[in-house]
């Protein structure tokens, strides 16, 4: 027997278990699906923050929790009911992660979910794994080989857990993976074109967000707590804000653009960077985005109506195919397609989507769109190659053998231009040499990979 929608409409537990099965089984993208049941769904906030919570979660400890749940399993998770298993791993994450929800009730809700999903008889494998977890949980067990416990207790794929032990070693690996963990943090950028940073704070204060500035970004503010969602708060609604990752406002200072520069911002996304370089050129001068995307060009359009930016034209195209006559420009942003490793604490689902195969594949495509992007800068002009991974051979490793075939092309320091981000003394010596790479959490952000290079002729 099958819950109707009106019941996983009201049931914060019974809408998480569809999101989960339909996530697990059926391939949904953890993020679009909550998006879309959350936006459509008339529950209160704080149900809103318990489903949200319980999907990306359960999604993000897979790994840690089917090792648990094989504890206590007769047979193999992958071949029992698939109901069953959805909600197991979602009662299992509350139970080891959520102390603030009882494990009794936990249990109950697990009992009905399953009963509801399956039968009374499955209701009862349901209740004898979860007590007995609950039972044991103080005393469970995990792999003794160093790759393999990391993989399984921090829940990530183990190649994953290799290339970051072969980059980093265990210390700072260990601390990626906590970090990647972790319920990822609002962060707004104060939009320059509507006010300061001081202005934005004083909206917040008078609709009740709970707020803290940034130490990082003079634009940026963290948001602890919304009393209504984001997109119902008048400070959105007339574009004071736009949401973005300490991270990735880097990039319009690296790329030092000016008012009145002409611009392209290849790969150009929902127009996070787009939006923010505008903004630094006070609205004057020209961005050409490009995009290949529908829905993400209508995102892109949309935004910059909502934060007032005229500046902006918008491509639907594959730069590869560019017009070989087009106009050069000063600057140049390329936010490449990249294996995402840099935000996995952002995309709950994405470490279990990424493969190794697809990666290595990566920078083939990624030195094609490079050299195209290096064709529509002018003499003297800075070309800005980003990622959002901290893969070798999808950064540094790319950029060099760009730079061995294009001899015109030099890195550029940029240090000065991000000082107020108050970079490790490792990290500014790498900023003053022309790439950085901004380790996931090490200032409590994403991970970024940026390369600024001139056009000496």
Not at 76 to 91: A, C
Not at 233 to 252: I, R
Not at 356 to 378: T, Y
Not at 390 to 406: H, I, P, T
């Amino acid at each position: 027997m099958k819950t109707d929608r009106s019941s996983i409409a009201n049931n914060p537990r019974m809408l998480a278990a569809d999101l989960l099965y339909h996530i697990f089984e059926k391939g949904a993208y953890a993020n679009l699906a909550l998006e879309k049941e959350l936006g459509e769904n008339l529950l209160k906030n704080e149900d809103k923050n318990l489903v949200t919570e319980i999907v990306n979660g359960t999604t993000r400890m897979l790994k840690h929790l089917d090792w648990v749940l094989a504890l206590f399993l007769a047979k193999d998770i992958k071949k029992i009911n698939p109901w069953l298993r959805t909600i197991l791993r979602m009662s299992a994450y509350q139970i080891l992660f959520m102390d603030r929800i009882p494990a009794y009730a936990c249990i109950n809700d697990a009992v009905t979910i399953t009963k509801a999903k399956t039968n009374q008889a499955l209701s009862r494998v349901a209740n004898g794994v979860l007590r007995n977890l609950e039972r044991n949980k103080e005393t469970l067990t995990y792999p003794e080989d160093k790759i393999q416990y990391l993989a399984v207790y921090y829940s990530h794929p183990e190649w994953i857990v290799k290339l970051l032990m072969d980059k980093y070693g265990p210390e700072t690996t260990e601390t990626i993976l906590k970090f990647n963990n972790l319920p990822p943090a609002l962060t707004v950028r104060s939009n320059q074109l509507r006010g300061t940073r001081q202005d934005l704070m004083e909206l917040f204060e008078q609709q009740n967000i709970i707020f803290r500035v940034s130490e990082r970004v003079p634009w940026a503010v963290h948001i602890d707590h919304l009393p209504l969602s984001l997109e119902n708060t008048t400070s959105y609604k007339e574009g004071y804000f736009y949401v973005q990752n300490e991270a990735s406002m880097l990039a319009a200072s690296i790329l030092q653009v000016s008012p009145g520069h002409n611009v392209y911002d290849l790969c150009s996304g929902v127009g996070g960077k787009t939006t923010h370089l505008a903004e630094l050129m006070e609205n004057k001068g020209s961005i050409r985005a490009y995009e290949l995307y529908e829905q993400k060009l209508k995102l892109l359009q949309k935004n910059c109506d909502r934060l007032g930016i005229k500046i902006v034209t918008i491509y639907r195209k594959d730069i590869l195919e560019i017009e070989a006559d087009s106009p050069l420009a000063a600057r140049v942003l390329l936010d490449v397609p990249c294996s995402g490793l840099g935000v996995l604490n952002r995309r709950a689902d994405l470490r279990w989507r990424q493969s190794q195969k697809a990666m290595d594949e990566l920078p083939q495509l990624q030195f094609k769109l490079l050299l195209k992007a290096s064709h529509l800068v002018e003499k003297n002009g800075l070309l800005l190659y980003s990622t959002c991974t901290v893969n070798n051979a999808e950064n540094e490793m790319l950029v060099r053998r760009f730079l061995k075939e294009k001899s015109e092309f030099k890195l550029e320091n940029f240090f000065r231009h991000i000082s107020y981000f108050g970079l490790e003394e490792d990290d500014q010596k790498s900023a003053e040499m022309g790439m950085l790479t901004v380790v996931p959490g090490k200032y409590g952000t994403d991970g970024m990979f940026y390369a600024l290079m001139r056009r000496q002729t």
